[in-house]
């Protein structure tokens, strides 16, 4: 069984006590939940530790927004995925994501060599892919998905690729506030787990989570989360609320 998932981006947002709040609601609402939901929260990386503690107490997972691609030294400014790991509770990391693709050169080399790093230190990647407005235009959007795939995962055993997640975001979904129709979603969902099987068989592409991410919001989450091969969703904006955030989680 495929495990659904709920993760939060925060990307760059929220000061310390704003974090700290946003924390407190999640967790106060995680405590009595009884539903099978994974729910992730990705804080800036200065708020993992706190959102770490948390996660000691409540049924709550947390992930990291980056990942430096190297092991260690001078490389200022840049977090390793040892140090991630060596804060207990840091579990997920998000890589590939469109942003760092478009503002930080981030290619699928890079994050590829990111994935393998991580998992060495046993955090679960949640790979980000997805094409732009202009791709999906000409109709070159499954190739273009296909490559990013092929590129930043296929270098992986089939031990390692059970332990990814992969997001599909169409990079003009990302912060417009226009969603994917739950059927595009649905087509490149299936046409990744096609690939999957097509490299790894079939236990390994029905086991791997499948999440939607672009513009997810409480109003569309449900039709989106009621497609077969959509197995949650990275949700950006509507993760720094709260309510808005669990929301989405009990839309399944
Ligand atoms: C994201 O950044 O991963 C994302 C999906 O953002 P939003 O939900 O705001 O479109």
């Avoid at 996660?55 to 840049?78: I, W």
């Amino acid at each position: 069984m495929r495990q659904k998932i709920v993760a939060g981006n925060w990307k760059m947002n929220k000061s310390f006590l704003e974090a700290e709040e946003l924390l407190d609601q999640i967790a106060e609402e995680q405590d009595s939940y009884e539903g099978d939901v994974q729910v992730i929260v990705c804080p800036p990386a200065l708020y993992l530790e706190l959102a770490s503690d948390y996660a000691e107490e409540y049924p709550l997972f947390v992930g990291a927004q980056n990942v430096s691609q190297f092991v260690k030294g001078a490389y200022t400014g840049e977090i390793s995925a040892a140090m991630l790991a060596s804060m207990d509770g840091v579990t997920h990391c998000i890589v590939g994501h469109s942003e760092r693709r478009k503002y930080f050169g981030e290619t699928d080399k890079i994050i590829a060599e990111k994935i393998k790093i991580l998992l060495s230190f046993e955090i679960t990647p949640i790979y980000c892919c997805g094409e732009t407005l202009e791709q999906r235009k000409k109709g070159v959007h499954l190739e273009t998905v296909s490559d990013q795939i092929e590129e930043a995962l296929f270098h992986l055993s089939n031990e390692e690729i059970e332990n990814i997640v992969i997001a599909y975001e169409p990079v003009w979904a990302i912060g417009t506030g226009e969603n994917a129709m739950p059927e595009q979603a649905q087509e490149m969902h299936d046409y990744i787990r096609r690939l999957l099987l097509d490299k790894y068989g079939n236990e390994e592409a029905n086991n791997i989570s499948i999440l939607y991410g672009g513009s997810v919001n409480p109003e569309n989450a449900k039709n989106i989360f009621a497609m077969p091969d959509v197995d949650g969703g990275l949700i950006g904006g509507a993760s720094l609320n709260a309510a808005d955030f669990l929301a989405i989680r009990d839309a399944f």
